[in-house]
C-alpha cells in the first residue's frame, strides 16, 4: 500500500499553472489534524500543507511521471520521495513483524493498529451510539455520520461527502483519472475496488459468492443476485 508523505526536497519544477495558495476565507481545516492545508489543486482541489507537495502532486494531472524516481528491488511497487521508499522497505525487512501472524509493518505505528485485531482492543467510541472503533480516522469518519458533517466539497458541481475516499473517487469523474492499473492486461480504473472486480471477474477464477439455497458458487454479488431470484419465484409459486 502506498504512503503518502511529505518529502524535504524541494520541487521547484511546475508543470502547469497551479494555484499556489488559497484566499483565507478559502481554507479548509483538515478533518484530523489542526494543520492548515493552504495549498490547492487547481484540478481536482486537493490540498496540502506545503507547495512543494502540491508540485509533486500535480505530475499525476500534468502526466510527468515521477514514480519511477525509488522503485523497490524486491517487489513492484515505485515512489515519489525517499521517505516512502524507506517506510515501504521496513515491509520487506521484517523491522516492524507481528508476532501473532507474521504481518510485516511499515513502521511502529501500523503494527500498534495491526495487533489491535488480534486483540479485539477497540480504544475509539462513539459517543452518540456506543459504537468502538479501532482506529481513530474510522472513528472520525464515522462521528459524521451523526452530525451530518461534509467537510470534502467538490468545486465543480457542488456535491459533498464526509469521507476523503469518497470525495476522490467522485473527482475522479471529473478529471478522467484511472490510476489503478490491472497488472494482467491494459485495463485502467478510477478506483481499487473496481479494479480488484475487474481481476476477479476476467482474470481469476474465485467465486466468494455463494447460494445459501443449493451452494452454487458466483464471481460477484449481482450474479448471485439474479441467481437467488430462480429460488425465490419457486418458493412464492
Known amino acids: 500500500m502506498s504512503l503518502e508523505t511529505e518529502s524535504?526536497?524541494?520541487?521547484?519544477?511546475?508543470p502547469f499553472e497551479i494555484k499556489t495558495e488559497a484566499d483565507s476565507n478559502d481554507i479548509i481545516e483538515h478533518p484530523r489534524d489542526d494543520k492548515s492545508r493552504p495549498y490547492v489543486c487547481t484540478v481536482c482541489y486537493k490540498r496540502f500543507t506545503w507547495s512543494r507537495n502540491l508540485n509533486r502532486h500535480s505530475r499525476i494531472h500534468s502526466?510527468?511521471?515521477q514514480d519511477d524516481m525509488y522503485s523497490c528491488t524486491q517487489c513492484e511497487k515505485?515512489?515519489?520521495s525517499q521517505h516512502a521508499m524507506s517506510l515501504h522497505m521496513n515491509i520487506h525487512g521484517g523491522m516492524y513483524k507481528c508476532s501473532e501472524c507474521g504481518r510485516c509493518c511499515r513502521d511502529s505505528s501500523e503494527l500498534a493498529v495491526h495487533r489491535r485485531s488480534h486483540s479485539g482492543e477497540k480504544p475509539?467510541?462513539?459517543t452518540v451510539c456506543g459504537k468502538r472503533f479501532t482506529q481513530s480516522g474510522n472513528f472520525v469518519s464515522h462521528s459524521r455520520i451523526h452530525c451530518g458533517e461534509k467537510p470534502y466539497k467538490c468545486h465543480l458541481c457542488d456535491k459533498a461527502f464526509s469521507e476523503s475516499g469518497n470525495f476522490n473517487r467522485h473527482m475522479r469523474a471529473h478529471t478522467g483519472e484511472k490510476?489503478?492499473?490491472c497488472s494482467l492486461c491494459d485495463k485502467s480504473f478510477s478506483d481499487s475496488s473496481s479494479l480488484q472486480r475487474h481481476k476477479r471477474r476476467v482474470h481469476s477464477n474465485s467465486r466468494p459468492y455463494d447460494c445459501r439455497y443449493c451452494g452454487k458458487l458466483f464471481k460477484s454479488s449481482i450474479e448471485l443476485k439474479c441467481h437467488v431470484r430462480i429460488h425465490t419465484a419457486e418458493v412464492t409459486q
Do not use: L
Open 179 to 181: 490510476p489503478h492499473k
Open 63 to 65: 502526466g510527468v511521471k
Open 124 to 126: 475509539f467510541e462513539c
Open 78 to 80: 515505485r515512489y515519489s
Open 8 to 14: 524535504d526536497d524541494t520541487d521547484t519544477a511546475q
